[in-house]
């Protein structure tokens, strides 16, 4: 179930978000909302568009504008603790939001399109501006002194089987004298359409059938979400102060009818529930037009409440994870910019971290012994910093920066260990416009992970009868990475770039065995060095030069190729889990005589194996393939009809089982599921209003 989770979130997010899929001559330079974050200077890194390039789109948000931004593809962050290095690419007002558990594309769906004054791309870096690590950004800036502003959208999502999945948005936003708040609610259900049903077959090594059953299952759940936020001037600069509360509960029942060798009825249930809180709060302050100071405070709390069920006459089995974590994190910059060409900033963070995770694994009434079942862990984080960007020419700019962190690492329970780790991270980026229309940007920096606390503990999928022992003794994995891209304008609105990454890694966090005196489990595990390569292709082609007036098609595809060398076979493999092929496209077109947007999103088709020391598993996502329609029925009020999932596109996963270690033994079966998904007709109602 666990495995199902991760598949459903892009379904239901499409069901929860109300969101629509929504090209620039440079507009004039005006201040940022903020005035202690000036706008970047003009130049060649940096592209701003106007409302009035995305109007024909009829973007409500701007998330949906983005969506339209050539040379652009949102990239929402990383999940890590603390609060330094792990944003996305994109920003607010020239900042990075405070929330860690709201997520970056639901932040900017709650900026409504009328109150954004234009979009800034920084290309490469530009002094003043926080690259958080990427090469590329986006910054959205709002328009000052905003008014009442409100959203309400009804949306339903009816499936192949008739369930009907909707969902509810309010939206509030107001502001005067520099006083602004804002809140919303979110209530909504979605589906995993990851798969649901089809056949499911068990070969011996000779080809003959063991088992053969048809499966037939349901997973979907319920979020509901709560958020606001207010800001004020306070002591001659400005701060800023977010909530957030979440819940889930999420499900998942499955009845697996076998019909050969004999009739038997086999279910699984799973249940996973979880509820989040936070509370940030940020405080901006300019001293001179020179200076500027950055606080910001972070608490969040994480429960987790997982338990699965198994039936397979006569045999049983139950697993139950109890898991609760938080996080605290206090933040300060300084920063100076000499001039329109140089800037400076310095800063640290500290950040504590707690989990506790009792986990019981029960097999026919009996007990099962699971190392690092039940642990405390706890995390003691510092990071300093220091970073510059240098615009040595009009054609090139120079950002360099050092980052050295410090943690100590504790845990209790069944496993106790304590352990201080420590990391100098250098990086360098430099930018070269060679043409007005031509850019090359080069990366070379040290990465380093961070270790995360579910490989700490124990964990059990009874939908597979895989029992994953935890192993809290674990070093971070580490990256030398290179980077080189291209990037290419033409026709105007159009964008074509190029990168190669290359990672040189050390201490790759993959599978392998831990034993015990009765007993062998797969656990993480740092399995040695390895190397990681991607090319990546992203492309906006506007499509008024080929006949199609107002269309635009982006894109971007992903290859990578990756090696290590497997800690039970000694073989070169490729790493756990990473995917060799991504892609991703949208084709879409203004109508704006019929006040209409139309197009289809491509979602493409994925691999990912992971190898255990007694299994090899693959699982293949097939292509997802989703039109839609909008129309502007009133200026105030969307219509947006999709028909998710076309193609029907559902999950293959193939598991080849080993007798034992994989070096040692022979095969002993192989099982093979082929699930299918239906067709859905999605509706959604939106209405905003205020001035």
Known sequence: MIRYVALASTALASALVFAAPAAAQDAQATPLALPALPSPPPGEGVIRYPPEFFAASQPGNAWEMLLRLPGFTLDTGDTIRGFEGGGGNALVDGQRPTSKTDPLDELLRRIPAAQVERIELIRGGAPGVDMQGKTVLANVVKKPGAGFRGLFAVANNRLYDGRMQHGVRLELSGGKDGRNWEGSARYGFGADDGGDYGPGVRVAPDGSVLVRSNIDSESDGLQKTLTGAYEQPLFGGKVRVNGRMFWEKWKEEEDRNVIFPSPLLVTIDDVYLSEDTELGARFNRAFGDKTTLELIGLRQTKERDISSSFASPPDTGRFHLIRESSETIGRGVLKYRFNDTLSLEAGGEGAFNKLDSQTALTENGTLVVLPAANVTVEETRGEVFTKGVWRATPEWTVEAGLRYEASSISSDGDVSLEKTLNFA???????????????????????????????????????????????????????????????????????????????????????????????????????????????????????????????????????????????????????????????????????????????????????????????????????????????????????????????????????????????????????????????????????????
Not at 630 to 648: A, C, G, H, K, Y
Request: glycine share 8%.
């Open 425 to 691: 991270k250098p990086r360098l980026a430099v930018t070269w416009q060679a043409r007005p229309t031509t850019q090359v940007r080069f990366r070379f920096e040290r990465v380093v992970g961070q270790l995360n606390f579910d490989d700490f503990v124990a964990d059990s999928s009874l939908n597979t009868g895989v029992v994953t022992a935890g192993n809290p003794d674990l070093n971070p994995e580490q990256a030398w990475v290179t980077e080189a891209a291209i990037e290419q304008r033409f026709w105007k609105d159009g964008v074509v770039s190029l990168t190669a990454r290359h990672s040189a890694l050390t201490d790759v966090i993959d599978r392998a065995p831990i034993f015990t005196p009765t007993d062998v489990f797969d656990a993480p595990n740092n399995i040695g060095d390895g190397t990681k390569d991607e090319l990546i292709v992203n492309l906006t082609l506007p499509l008024g030069r080929l006949g199609v007036k107002g269309g635009q098609l982006k894109g971007e595809v992903t290859w990578r190729r990756s090696e290590v060398e497997d800690p039970t076979t000694g073989e070169t493999r490729e790493i756990s889990d990473l995917r060799p092929l991504e892609w991703e496209a949208t084709f879409s077109q203004d109508l704006p005589r019929w006040k209409a947007t139309w197009g289809v999103d491509f979602y493409g088709g994925w691999r990912e194996t992971s190898y255990r020391f007694n299994e090899i598993e693959d699982l293949k996502l097939k292509t997802y393939v989703k039109p839609f329609a909008e129309f502007r029925l009133q200026p105030d009020l969307m219509l947006r009809i999709e028909l998710p999932n076309v193609t029907e596109r559902g999950i293959r996963r193939t598991r080849t089982i080993y007798a034992g270690p994989r070096n040692t033994s022979a095969i002993s079966f192989v099982d093979d599921r082929d699930l299918q998904f239906g067709r859905g007709v999605y509706v959604r109602l939106r209405k905003t209003f205020g001035g």
